[in-house]
């Protein structure tokens, strides 16, 4: 009953308007769910107030007017609170809404404020506290949730967290109920953090006396008189705000030391570095130079060489070829890892053997390109290692229900039992991602018993918990050393949204240059919870934190070349019991599948767009009797009613990749000797191909013209009913930095009426960027992808991001493609136009692949005829770099009026030179596997396709049919 009356209140107050935020002020609301309170409004001038998806402490002013949206950024800073096309400040929020009220500097003058229905919608209700898995009937109070969560920790023993351990069992619970009478009352945690400090103020003390005088050298050597700038705080500090001040004045004399000492140090050697050239130096034959800076922690980055010597096939770390007493020559053998630096292009890690880590900036990305392919070529020779090799991945799912598993865990570890399963010799693979819920070991014990099914051969990689939700992943040894850029998060989504009960654990990391993602969730429970679920999926994205942070607008599903998302998903079947356990019995599990939550869910692009799933060809995992599989315990007892829990598949194993990348899915079952819990464990295997560090066997030519990625003519179909314009922006590894279009200037125009609820900004070719790649080798660019994002001009918020594979772009004529936008995991719309990568050196060098393009979501109706027609060529790329030179940056100002002119784009006749390609003109990508599976593996074949070969190749859809049978036609 307590944890009952904590969670409600918890819930209460975490949803409620504090810290003095207005009612029509929301704190988390996705845009797009504010742009549907707004239409949903039907009132011109209502507006609300929302965080801001982009930009960290800035809000958006969100404002509907004739059945449109528009988005204007708030930013507010010492002065006040500013306005995106307002020059104005104002001293407060409130008085910049009441200024919009009267005016109409937003379009319309503002009227009707949305505002958070606390008590109706988003206060915790009885149902979120019922707690109906049972896995917190346990706790009881306040204290015990805080002890429950530090033992998960296992830091009771360590002897600095004792002061903790007292507070949790002597003052967690006066402060809690003191804090609900009066916010910010919780003395007691206040005075143990106080207690804890004593030590660091002491060293802070010493530190800042240590920087002033550090100070004072900087400024008398640079002529400057030595003045002390800041203000020490009392010497006592036994208040939690002394505490405070102590961290401020020393983070304050921190940055000015280093100022100082960057001012003088800059000045000091200005001369010097002006003679150093961004270009490696060769020595002598076979030895090339780069000038790098050295980067360790708690030292200042100084200057050094590093030598490639092809001769004498070593890597020299120091000043160069022998030149000093510190140089370090390395073997090849000895090169143990290259680690390029995602964030920064210029920065790159080397594990020598047996030693640690260093870490070196190079003058440009180009530098530090060309000092990989290096080092890889020499290696490549000495060991034989290919560009690609394949990779054998093991994904496990388990609920445990609280109870300790067998001792055996064989038989789902080498995936027998249920569904499509491997043959005992086929069943040892090289990672092993093992998720579990509502676990019932230690993470320690857990992993122990993991590592001695695996045995020596392999090594903990990472892991990761919150609560129960638990991950490990073991990689074989020998692949260690080419694992790297290892990361791991969490995201809370359980009760209030905030406990752990509900909620998702990652770990991604490289294996070459491959990166690689594993997340294993558990969300809401219960068939009638699947907007919940929905919630869960979206927070997760949002909250974990995994890959490169400069992608803003990316989640992690958009950031990898191959993720995989497992775990207890909770989707139930939506068939009455009788139904599902007739259908059981006879194991007709097609019938079964089309009443699966998840599978309807995905296909109406509402969550996991873009992801795969193999075959359910297993009984549903849940709920069944311990001890047995052969019944299902589909009623539980309450104390007013009885709850059924119709079987289900629970537990799930599913990826996504980007296009054109080897994957593929070689089991995907369950066992049925486990029988702990009232879930059956989940196994999936997949073989995929793994990038090794690239390396040009093609040597540069002076006189070629240089490799270019051209962009014609695009359109973006957004579902959104946003007015503002929008401007692309394109990301990738094989270029120097990120390059943006100029913000559109026309929005397409439609034969039949565009709805309210959608968006379509053009771009001609001239307002589009020619990219220039650091790698101009067709091999290593097939398998390089374009990372695209619309973003808008008033608030720079992503509307939604694409991935774009270049293996089939190549050529000097304007190339169609299309791909699916995400958004926050939803279907967001699509991007349209022409590309071609042209000057590329090589030749081609594709593998029969598996598309990896997502299922044929929810299209939107102006797709198709309905696209404006071509009717001027695009311009060619040298025209175009003559024009792009004074493109302007998107600047962030208010929404600009609509142009009623339309951009055309270039028609799609271009004829397919592969099956791949001309699927995926129809949109039909997620078939090539099938088509080449049954021999249609050539272009020639499909103008002689008849109805009765698409049955055999297992399409059955009459409308799919017929789409194809009409393209075949015409290939004639």
Not at 497 to 508: C, I, P, R, T
Not at 602 to 618: M, P, S
Not at 888 to 916: D, F, H, I, N
Request: proline share 5%; with cysteine; hydrophobic share 40%.
């Amino acid at each position: 009953d307590r944890v009952h009356r904590w969670a409600m209140d918890r819930g209460s107050r975490k949803m409620s308007v504090s810290g003095g935020r207005a009612k029509y002020h929301f704190a988390a609301i996705a845009r797009t769910d504010a742009e549907k309170l707004l239409l949903d409004s039907g009132v011109d001038g209502a507006y609300l107030v929302r965080d801001s998806e982009s930009v960290a402490g800035a809000s958006v002013l969100s404002v509907c007017q004739n059945r449109r949206v528009e988005h204007y950024r708030l930013t507010t800073d010492a002065a006040g609170v500013k306005m995106s096309g307002l020059s104005r400040t104002f001293p407060s929020l409130a008085e910049l809404i009441a200024y919009c009220h009267t005016t109409s500097v937003c379009g319309v003058k503002l009227s009707v404020p949305i505002e958070q229905k606390i008590e109706e919608e988003v206060v915790v209700s009885e149902s979120d506290v019922a707690i109906e898995d049972e896995e917190l009937e346990s706790a009881c109070s306040t204290a015990f949730l805080l002890h429950e969560a530090f033992e998960t920790l296992e830091t009771k023993e360590s002897e600095d967290m004792r002061p903790f351990a007292r507070y949790i069992a002597d003052h967690a619970c006066p402060d809690s109920e003191a804090t609900k009478k009066t916010p910010g009352n919780a003395d007691h945690f206040r005075q143990m953090l106080s207690a804890m400090a004593t030590d660091v103020t002491r060293e802070i003390s010493q530190l800042t006396s240590k920087l002033q005088r550090i100070r004072a050298v900087f400024l008398s050597a640079g002529g400057l008189t030595p003045s002390d700038l800041h203000v020490p705080p009392p010497a006592s500090a036994s208040s939690l705000e002394g505490v405070l001040a102590y961290f401020q004045y020393a983070s304050k004399m921190l940055m000015d030391t280093d100022q100082q000492a960057e001012r003088f140090l800059r000045e000091m050697t200005c001369e010097h570095t002006a003679q150093i050239g961004s270009s490696p130096k060769e020595l002598h034959a076979g030895a090339v130079v780069y000038d790098v800076k050295r980067i360790e922690k708690r030292v200042a980055a100084f200057r050094t060489c590093l030598t490639v010597n092809s001769v004498d096939r070593t890597v020299i770390t120091g000043r160069g070829a022998g030149s000093s007493e510190d140089d370090k020559v390395y073997p090849i053998s000895q090169v143990m890892q290259l680690i390029k630096s995602r964030s920064d292009k210029t920065r790159l890690g080397i594990r020598f053997e047996a030693k640690k880590r260093k870490d070196y900036v190079f003058q440009d990305a180009q530098a530090r390109e060309d000092f990989c392919q290096s080092v890889q070529l020499m290696r490549n020779q000495d060991q034989g290692d290919d560009q690609y090799e394949k990779l054998k991945l093991f994904i496990g799912s388990f609920n445990m229900g609280e109870a300790v598993p067998p001792a055996s865990l064989a038989s789902w570890l080498t995936s027998q039992g249920e569904g499509t399963t491997l043959n005992l010799a086929d069943a040892s693979h090289d990672i092993y991602a093992i998720g579990t819920q509502e676990s019932a070991m230690s993470e320690k014990e857990w992993a122990a018993m993991v590592k001695r099914h695996l045995g020596d051969n392999f090594a903990l990689v990472a892991s990761e918990q919150l609560w129960q939700i638990r991950i490990v992943v073991f990689a074989r040894q020998s692949l260690v050393t080419k694992i790297s850029h290892v990361q791991t998060s969490s995201a809370a989504t359980g009760i209030a949204n905030a406990l752990g009960n509900k909620g998702a654990v990652g770990v991604s990391f490289c294996v070459g240059t491959t990166p690689l993602c594993f997340i294993n969730c558990h969300l809401a429970a219960g068939a009638e919870k699947w907007a919940r679920r929905k919630a869960n999926y979206s927070d997760i994205l949002n909250k974990l934190q995994l890959g490169q942070k400069q992608l803003v607008g990316f989640d992690v599903t958009n950031q990898f070349h191959h993720i995989f998302w497992f775990g207890d998903m909770n989707y139930r079947l939506n068939f009455p019991i009788k139904t599902i356990l007739e259908n059981v019995a006879v194991r007709n599990w097609p019938f079964l599948r089309k009443a699966d939550q998840l599978i309807r869910a995905r296909k109406a692009g509402e969550v996991f767009c873009g992801f795969d799933e193999g075959e359910l060809e297993f009984p549903p995992t849940y709920r069944y009797e311990r001890g047995t599989r052969d019944a299902y315990k589909w009623n539980k007892q309450k104390a007013t009613h009885v709850k059924i829990n119709v079987p289900s598949w629970c537990d799930r194993v599913l990826w996504k990749s980007f296009p054109n990348l080897f994957v593929r899915q070689t089991s995907y079952g369950c066992p049925v000797d486990i029988m702990t819990s009232d879930h059956s464990p989940v196994f999936a295997t997949f073989t995929l191909d793994i990038a090794n560090q690239y390396v040009s066997r093609i040597g540069p030519d002076p006189a070629a013209a240089p490799c270019q990625i051209v962009i014609y003519n695009c359109t973006a179909q957004l579902l959104s009913p946003s007015k503002t314009h929008f401007y692309l922006e394109f990301f990738s590894s094989f270029m120097q930095d990120s390059q943006r279009s100029s913000v559109n200037k026309r929005f397409a125009t439609m034969k039949q009426q565009l709805p309210s609820d959608f968006s379509m900004p053009s771009w001609e070719d001239v307002e589009l960027p020619v990219i220039r790649p650091l790698i101009a080798d067709r091999q290593y660019l097939e398998r390089e992808h374009l990372l695209v994002s619309v973003r808008s001009q008033d608030s720079d918020e992503s509307y939604g991001v694409a991935c774009l594979g270049l293996m089939n772009l190549f050529g000097e004529s304007a190339l169609p493609f299309s791909c699916k936008l995400t958004h926050r995991g939803e279907f967001a719309g699509e991007l349209n136009g022409s590309i071609s990568v042209i000057n590329s050196v090589g030749q081609s060098k594709t593998q029969s692949i598996i598309n990896a393009e997502d299922d044929d979501y929810y299209r939107l109706s102006m797709i198709g005829d309905a696209l404006p027609t071509l009717s001027t060529p695009p311009s060619p790329p040298s025209a175009r770099a003559a024009s792009q030179s004074a493109l302007p940056t998107p600047t962030s100002t208010g929404p600009l009026s609509t142009s009623p002119a339309s951009v055309p784009v270039p028609a799609k006749t271009q004829r397919p030179v592969s099956v791949e390609q001309w699927l995926q003109s129809l949109g039909l990508g997620h078939l090539v596997a099938q088509f080449i599976d049954n021999g249609f593996d050539d272009i020639a074949f499909m103008g002689h396709i008849e109805p009765k070969d698409l049955p055999s190749i297992g399409i059955s859809d009459p409308a799919v049919q017929q789409q194809i049978l009409a393209a075949a036609k015409k290939l004639a």
